[in-house]
């Protein structure tokens, strides 16, 4: 599943508000099941999304950089940078 918009985010904008990370807490508890934010979330987002229990998904921060593989990389290098410190 994915919840959000976490963060401010040019496709939502106008139209949803931001729900934030206590709320994407809120929604992985609900769930029962996998969660991952979505919605203006950066790789440095990693953290915050974990500690909330979810997962990281991305759609605009990836499709729309000047360089979509090397963005892709850094969210994947966060991410496996805090399932070191995690494990």
């Known amino acids: 599943l994915t919840f959000g918009p976490v963060r401010e985010t040019p496709s939502k904008a106008g139209r949803l508000d931001p729900t934030g ?3 994407l807490a ?4 609900r769930a029962g099941r996998p969660v991952f934010g979505l919605g ?3 790789p440095e987002d990693g953290p ?8 990281l998904a ?7 950089a000047g ?8 969210y994947l290098a966060a ?9």
């Open 58 to 64: 991305a759609l605009g921060g990836i499709l729309g």
């Open 79 to 87: 991410l496996d940078a805090q399932a070191e410190v995690s494990g």
């Open 40 to 42: 203006g979330l950066t």
């Open 67 to 74: 360089d979509p593989g090397g963005r892709t990389c850094a």
């Open 26 to 29: 809120e929604a992985v508890q």
């Open 21 to 23: 990370f206590e709320r």
């Open 48 to 55: 915050r999304a974990r500690a909330a229990g979810a997962g």
